[in-house]
Antibody, heavy 121, light 105 residues
Framework: QMQLVESGGGVVQPGGSLRLSCAAS????????MHWVRQAPGKGLDWVAF????????NYGDSVKGRFTISRDNSKNTLFLQMTSLRAEDTAVYYC??????????????WGQGTMVTVSS | IQLTQSPSFLSASVGDRVTITCRAS??????LVWYQQKPGKAPKLLIY???TLQSGVPPRFSGSGSGTEFTLTISSLQSEDFATYYC?????????FGGGTKVEI
């Protein structure tokens, strides 16, 4: 079945960096756009970034633009989120999610279980 | 584009008809999605394109609206429907979510 598994979360100091990974299985990863969405403790959902199925286009939320980079390796069925200049307000569970439709921006029909990132000194 | 959900909290009973509203700060055609999230779990897709039910979602869920005003309706609330519901717009970047509506007993 289609599955997404995030990894790479942990505790990092303010100003530090972290790289999250999302391993995909059960579907043709290279045919779908992918998202990162986060949720701070006790708060709502916050869209972070999107990458096109072929990696040729990326978009970011205003709060992470210039600090986070989304990328993908279609040969390894893996999505990444490189996070730099981390702030306390970046503390959240980070989810990766798959577009519902082939090659078009769409609703996210498959989500990972999430990985926790804590930014604290 | 800002999405404003109302109410933020809703108390209801099993069997009730429940309606949640999502208002967009500018027109988004039908590029509106609804998700359900339970504590400690990832969101689950309920409705896309404002009114199309995702495969496997019970027909008691329905969505309507276009432009700036949208609604999610649960025709007869079941115990498993107690959760938080979010709308999301896909009309333009940055994509945005509403603040959520928590449906409580």
């Amino acid at each position: 079945q289609m599955q997404l598994v995030e990894s790479g979360g942990g505790v990092v100091q303010p100003g530090g960096s972290l790289r999250l990974s999302c391993a995909a299985s059960g579907f043709t990863f290279s045919s779908y756009g992918m998202h990162w969405v986060r949720q701070a403790p006790g708060k709502g959902l916050d869209w972070v970034a999107f990458i096109r199925y072929d990696g040729t286009n990326e978009n970011y939320g205003d709060s992470v633009k210039g600090r986070f980079t989304i990328s993908r390796d279609n040969s390894k069925n893996t999505l990444f989120l490189q996070m730099t200049s981390l702030r306390a307000e970046d503390t959240a569970v980070y989810y990766c999610a798959k577009d519902r439709r082939l090659r078009f921006l769409d609703a996210s029909d498959i989500w990972g279980q999430g990985t926790m990132v804590t930014v604290s000194s | 584009i800002q999405l404003t959900q109302s109410p933020s909290f809703l108390s209801a009973s099993v069997g009730d008809r429940v309606t949640i509203t999502c208002r967009a700060s500018q027109g988004i055609s039908s590029y509106l999605v609804w998700y359900q999230q339970k504590p400690g779990k990832a969101p689950k897709l309920l409705i896309y394109a404002a009114s199309t039910l995702q495969s496997g979602v019970p027909p008691r869920f329905s969505g309507s609206g276009s432009g700036t005003e949208f609604t999610l309706t649960i025709s007869s609330l079941q115990s498993e429907d107690f959760a938080t519901y979010y709308c999301q717009q896909l009309n333009s970047y940055p994509l945005t979510f509403g603040g959520g509506t928590k449906v409580e007993i």
